[in-house]
């Protein structure tokens, strides 16, 4: 197992929430960790709806490997970004904390703070290349995320006729 993904091998699996995008923009958000190549890296794929599920504002997928250094790099692709990659910025013990610039300029910074042990605060900005911290074109989105668990049958005798 590369210690790299270690912190974050608790996140393996479907997590989901609600939070808001600029402009009060309500959302809807899924998330998925998994392993892959090995158990030495993470593959994510995130996805941020409106409330229905019926209309995609962002799409995600991403490899989270480690650099030679040992910090987490991401490799990913974008419906608003294209292409990305984002290296592990110094955060407290835990969070992943993701930055860089993507193929079209844009600054991107991409946070999940453990929150519980089915908890997770997810945030993310960007902005132009060109764009002042405070530029008005900000853009950015935040959630509150649970771990969701598939669904099972209920044992036989709980059943409802």
Not at 42 to 62: K, P, S
Not at 64 to 79: E, F, I, K, N
Not at 102 to 118: K, L, Y
Request: hydrophobic share 40%.
């Amino acid at each position: 197992m590369n210690q790299s993904i270690t912190p974050f091998l608790a996140w393996l699996g479907t997590w989901g929430g609600s939070g808001e995008a600029q402009d009060s923009q309500a959302v809807r958000i899924r998330c998925t960790f998994e392993t892959v190549v090995a158990d030495t890296a993470l593959r994510m794929a995130f996805e941020a709806t409106d409330l229905t599920g019926q209309t995609l504002y962002h799409g995600v997928v991403a490899c989270l490997g480690p650099t030679p250094t040992g910090q987490l790099r991401a490799v990913a692709l974008s419906t608003i970004h294209g292409n990305l990659l984002l290296e592990q910025t110094p955060d407290d013990e835990g969070v992943m904390a993701l930055a860089g610039i993507a193929g079209n300029g844009n600054h991107i910074m991409v946070t999940f703070v453990p929150e519980g042990p089915d908890r997770l605060l997810f945030s993310a900005m960007w902005r132009p290349p060109e764009a002042a911290p405070d530029d008005p074109r900000l853009g950015r989105m935040t959630a509150n995320l649970g771990k969701l668990t598939p669904m099972r049958m209920p044992p036989p005798d709980q059943r409802q006729q």
